[in-house]
């Protein structure tokens, strides 16, 4: 198994900057792709950033330019600095690790912790 814990979550105005962070724990596995989410209420989770075992990043359309994804794999933790926060990115943010685990993938789930962006 994997644990996945988020943390950095917070309460910041608009224009101000967070970064999360998320750690992975475990035995015996090699990580895939990490991958930050986020669910606003009354919303779908939707993807915001991925970033590969290469170091390959994707962005949502909405956070391209003011979100960056990162990792260090010494520490098997992911972190997402997020410049220029606006009130619609408030949401609880999950961080995905896809692990091998015996040679089968699995996709492991943190959380989450709670951004709030004010106006």
């Known amino acids: 198994q994997v644990q996945v814990v988020e943390s950095g979550g917070g309460l910041v105005q608009a224009g101000g900057s967070l970064r999360l962070s998320c750690a992975a724990s475990?035995?015996?596995?090699?990580?895939?792709?990490i991958s930050w989410y986020r669910q606003a209420p009354g919303k779908q989770r939707e993807l915001v950033a991925t970033?590969?075992?290469?170091?390959?990043?994707n962005y949502a359309d909405s956070v391209k330019g003011r979100f960056t994804i990162s990792r260090d794999n010494t520490k098997n933790t992911v972190y997402l600095q997020m410049n220029g926060l606006k009130p619609e990115d408030t949401a609880v943010y999950y961080c995905?690790?896809?692990?091998?685990?015996?040679?089968?993938?699995?996709?492991?789930w943190g959380q989450g912790t709670q951004v709030t962006v004010s106006s």
């Open positions: 995905n690790v896809a692990a091998i685990i015996d040679y089968r993938p699995r996709s492991f």
């Open positions: 475990g035995s015996a596995f090699s990580i895939n792709n």
């Open positions: 970033i590969s075992s290469g170091d390959k990043t």
